[in-house]
DNA sequence: TAGATTGTTAATCGATTAACAATC
DNA sequence: TAGATTGTTAATCGATTAACAATC
């Protein structure tokens, strides 16, 4: 297992949580090993480029055996930083902020959801979930004093770039963007912005669901 | 501008909502033309991946002028179907049902959304922004008597591929599919299921912030 | 040991970028 | 017309797939 230092390409970095969600499935059904012509059939990806993606990381498998299914799931949990213990809040207590809130599982993936701020004075100061909600103008002075990670962005497009930059300023990481805004931050070349844009998903899915006669001629 | 049959990638494909996205900004702060290079530039592309691109559907830009942000806006919803007069339920009227109904915006990508289901007595009969909940048991009626064309799926995990499959058997074209299960549909070949996995988003996130060290062993 | 399956390099394929003639 | 910028082909680059020696 030799360490390879190549730069992993993004392609790589997106298929590591399929993975991951993939081999946790796997050990809940009590799968001990697999090999990585099986785990590319249920995946639909091919033995060469599962081997080929592990051999970014060093390679986690055995000759003649395959892979250790909870191994190679808490190696890939790993590399993907879900033993950093980092932290999230959650600025916008909206429809959707209250959704992320009450449904995803942050700690599943690593994150320990701490606060959430909004701007409405009927929900701050109330729980949501076990989770306190701040007033925004709180937001400043709790990011001086807790180390935040990342800023999960659920807050309505007109405030979203502001919100956006007091992140930032405060030392976030990165910003988990729910805002169908493509982020503009000059000067923060070192805070990774992770985009959920649900039109863009829709319209993808609009394209594949419309035919192909996408030149508006008649096929002959 | 001639009829090119090629098939179009996938990667070509999921850029042209982001190209959407943006000549319908550019539209709205005025801008009536703008050239490949000057495009390129605010979103982060090459002037020759955009012309490329276009490629791909015939072009419709003009020598020595560029492309009209309006004419090219139009063009690409028309790619993507958003004149089809597509038709959507929701399934599952729980937090992320709720805020999708409520704050998404179905109509500005060319979906009417008219019905949502859910098996809650507390929630059948009401309505939610404008949009009647049914029970659960009325799903197989109203695919029959509908034409819908894609069902959102926003029910619980337990229950995400039966719901999914009773979509199929009704004859929806599409599943926009917000659970974190990865669907196994038997048979549907022609249903397209456009996954919106938030897990996967978010580990992707803490990979990038969390360093380049990703082989445990010490830098030298 | 023999069989299986990985780690790893080489070959192929596809996507991006470069170049430039066509033309507005 | 001259300048600008596209449409389109060719070159390059990177990602996927194939192959096979290493080895469990």
Same mark, same amino acid.
């Given at each position: 297992m030799k360490k390879n230092n190549a730069k992993v390409s993004v392609a790589v970095i997106r298929r590591l949580p399929r993975y991951y969600r993939h081999l946790s499935e796997l050990m809940q059904q009590g799968t001990v090993r697999i090999s990585s012509s099986a785990l590319g059939r249920s995946m639909g990806l091919t033995a060469s480029q599962i081997r080929q993606d592990l051999f970014c990381f060093g390679g986690f498998g055995q000759q003649g055996y395959g892979y250790n299914v909870e191994k190679l799931r808490d190696e890939i949990g790993d590399i993907l930083g879900i033993n950093r213990g980092h932290t999230a809040v959650v600025l916008g207590v909206g429809n959707l902020g209250h959704a992320l809130i009450q449904n995803f599982k942050f700690g599943n993936n690593g994150f320990n959801l701490e606060a959430a701020f909004d701007i409405d004075d009927d929900v701050? $100061?109330?729980?949501?979930g076990n989770i306190p909600v701040y007033g925004i103008d709180e937001l400043d002075e709790y990011l001086r004093l807790h180390r935040v990670d990342i800023g999960v962005l659920t807050v309505p497009r007109s405030v979203a770039n502001t919100m956006a930059e007091q992140l930032v300023r405060g030392g976030v990481k990165g910003i988990w963007n729910f805002t169908n805004l493509e982020l503009k931050l000059e000067g923060a070349q070192d805070v990774v912005v992770e985009n959920v844009h649900f039109a863009d998903s829709l319209l993808t899915l609009s394209y594949m669901i419309? $035919?192909?006669?996408?030149?508006g001629e008649e096929e002959e």
């Amino acid at each position: 297992m030799k360490k390879n230092n190549a730069k992993v390409s993004v392609a790589v970095i997106r298929r590591l949580p399929r993975y991951y969600r993939h081999l946790s499935e796997l050990m809940q059904q009590g799968t001990v090993r697999i090999s990585s012509s099986a785990l590319g059939r249920s995946m639909g990806l091919t033995a060469s480029q599962i081997r080929q993606d592990l051999f970014c990381f060093g390679g986690f498998g055995q000759q003649g055996y395959g892979y250790n299914v909870e191994k190679l799931r808490d190696e890939i949990g790993d590399i993907l930083g879900i033993n950093r213990g980092h932290t999230a809040v959650v600025l916008g207590v909206g429809n959707l902020g209250h959704a992320l809130i009450q449904n995803f599982k942050f700690g599943n993936n690593g994150f320990n959801l701490e606060a959430a701020f909004d701007i409405d004075d009927d929900v701050i $100061g109330t729980n949501v979930g076990n989770i306190p909600v701040y007033g925004i103008d709180e937001l400043d002075e709790y990011l001086r004093l807790h180390r935040v990670d990342i800023g999960v962005l659920t807050v309505p497009r007109s405030v979203a770039n502001t919100m956006a930059e007091q992140l930032v300023r405060g030392g976030v990481k990165g910003i988990w963007n729910f805002t169908n805004l493509e982020l503009k931050l000059e000067g923060a070349q070192d805070v990774v912005v992770e985009n959920v844009h649900f039109a863009d998903s829709l319209l993808t899915l609009s394209y594949m669901i419309s $035919g192909r006669d996408h030149n508006g001629e008649e096929e002959e």
